[in-house]
């Protein structure tokens, strides 16, 4: 299989412009009846100019940063950032990201090889090795990260059925390395456009890998039951050191910040399913999970500048779910599950604004994540319109730390805030899908089709203290599309569509990443209006766009 593609566009933000190219092969030989080798390559080059995230205000003012590339005479809401003169120390100049040239322009390649043995009909082995390069050069912020990033993988596992008392049992077991090299240099940006490399502002060196292992077992004890059990691990290793430069007109000075971190989990896991009859499933599931940090993450402090942010922990969940589905004709189907998890040290990022290197990471040291997930699928009139269907979803996702204390401080002071009950941010809790079909069965029209698409997505907290929301919003999508009937001949292989999306034309936030308090000089908590001002947030969405095209299927 070869497949390539190359995707441009001008972007509906200013300063959104992109190109990406993509190669992929895939082979596939059969060396014998029991054992065939998989090779696949994948390489993509991205070139991507980006904007930067907007504070509410400047979302409420210029969602799409129009008129924003000259900053001494912008329009209102346009966002700047604010780079050094002379690349080193001193003075700043603020600018827009297209006058300072911000994007992320990127390559990455990834070459596999899996063999497989079949030991006979009921065990199959396979062995894997995956190399994958990546070489950055991303100027996203006051600061341009380069450099490269490779990394490797090994995984080796067997899978194996069989009979135990009679019933059908399904053995899983494997094995995994993989092992990130990197280097990364971090260069001040200067005013002069092109994303000009000034003076550097860091560098980091180092190492992750991570011995992995996982077994599982899947055993239809009964007729109407099965069960599966599975447990995995892993320790992971970062070492890794950072340099921080900093200038003045005496001279350059030095820091270096060293992290040393080793993690061990395991996480066990169960799940039971019973299917008393074809229209009902029953399944309850309690499984465990864990997240380990990574080399970022220890390197960027609260304040969003490099630093010592050493400190952090693996997160760790405990989650029930329980559920069922019932299909009771072949014209409905219905899912419904709620789960209940219980974090601890969960791992959460917050922006600390456009001037600043990145995100932060820190451990909230204890959370609760619980919530229902909705599916239906229905033809309402399956005689009068048997090509008419209803597909609706829908999510309450109910996030809260349960114990968490965040210290915010000024120039003159510190304070601690309790944040137990409060909600989690960057978390929608409602969301729905409900998506209205139809395609003509047979006829004239046979082929023709097309849906209605109503998507929402509730408002949702932005900060710790929950203060400031981002406004929630509902679309309304449209697609018409025509598949010839296979009496056509060689125009069955045509595939026709037209979509309009956001039909409204709704000015929406597409995506919104969490804002950080703060600490207002009379020592309490930075208001709604203060955060609104709180840059490095917030993407527009598309506003109404119209897709169209064909497919061929050769």
């Not at 309450?396 to 304070?415: A, F, G, H, K, M």
Request: one cysteine or more; aromatic letters at 14%; glycine letters at 10%.
């Amino acid at each position: 299989m070869i497949f390539g593609s190359d995707v441009r566009g001008n972007g509906f933000i200013a300063n959104s412009r992109y190109n990406t190219s993509t190669e992929n092969v895939r082979l596939r030989v059969n060396l014998t009846s029991s054992d065939r080798l998989i090779l696949k390559f994948v390489n993509n080059v991205t070139d991507a100019f980006l904007p930067v995230r907007l504070s509410l205000n400047q979302y409420r003012a210029n969602p799409y940063q129009r008129g924003c590339y000259n900053a001494a005479n912008a329009a209102t809401g346009c966002a700047t950032v604010n780079l050094l003169v002379n690349g080193s120390y001193g003075t700043k100049e603020a600018i827009s990201p297209q006058a300072a040239g911000l994007g992320r322009f990127d390559r990455r390649t990834v070459v596999g090889l899996r063999w497989e043995h079949d030991f006979n009909a009921r065990t199959i082995w396979r062995n894997q090795f995956t190399y994958d390069q990546r070489h950055i050069d991303q100027p996203t912020s006051p600061v341009a990260y380069v450099g490269p990033y490779n990394s490797y993988n090994a995984s080796s596992d067997i899978t194996n059925h069989a009979r135990l008392a009679g019933k059908s049992l399904e053995t899983f077991g494997g094995i995994s390395f993989d092992y990130l090299d990197f280097g990364s240099q971090i260069y001040n940006i200067m005013p002069l456009g092109g994303a000009t490399r000034g003076a550097m502002n860091s560098e980091s060196y180092g190492h992750q890998w991570n011995l992995g292992a996982r077994f599982q077992e899947d055993w239809h004890f009964a007729p109407n039951w099965h069960v599966v059990v599975g447990l995995g691990g892993t320790y992971s290793d970062i070492g890794a050191t950072e340099t921080l430069y900093s200038y003045s007109a005496m001279g350059q000075n030095q820091r270096y910040i060293t992290a040393n971190r080793f993690y061990f989990n395991l996480a066990p896991e169960g799940a039971l399913i019973y299917t008393p009859s074809k229209k009902w499933t029953f399944h309850t599931r309690i499984g465990t999970a864990y997240g380990t940090p990574s080399s970022s993450n220890l390197f960027i402090t609260p304040q969003g500048q490099y630093g010592n942010n050493t400190q952090l922990k693996s997160q760790t969940s405990v989650g029930i779910d329980l559920g069922a589905d019932w299909h009771p004709s072949s014209n409905i189907t219905m899912q419904a599950t709620g789960f209940y998890e219980f974090y601890n040290n969960e791992l959460v990022s917050q922006s600390a604004g456009v001037n600043t290197v990145g995100a932060y990471t820190f451990n909230a040291p204890a959370s609760q994540h619980r919530g229902i997930v909705l599916g239906l699928e229905w033809k309402p009139f399956p005689a009068m319109l048997p090509g008419g269907r209803i597909k609706l979803s829908y999510t309450y996702d109910n996030q809260v730390y349960t114990n968490y204390t965040e210290i915010l401080s000024n120039s003159d002071l510190s304070r601690s805030f309790s944040r137990k009950g409060k909600y989690i941010p960057g978390v929608i809790p409602n969301f729905l899908n409900a998506r209205f079909l139809y395609d003509q069965p047979d006829g004239v029209l046979e082929g023709l089709g097309g849906y209605a698409e109503v998507t929402w997505r509730d408002s949702y907290w932005l900060d710790n203290a929950n203060r400031l929301k981002a406004p929630g919003y509902a679309l309304l999508n449209l697609e018409v599309h025509y598949d010839p009937p296979a009496r056509l001949g060689w125009a069955h292989r045509l595939h026709w569509y037209f979509e309009v999306q956001n039909v409204a034309n709704q000015t929406y936030i597409a995506g919104a990443t969490n804002v950080s308090d703060s600490l207002q000089a009379n020592g309490q908590q930075a208001t709604a209006r203060t955060l609104m001002n709180s840059t490095g947030s917030i993407y527009a969405g598309s506003p109404r766009a119209y897709f169209g095209g064909v497919r061929i299927r050769f």
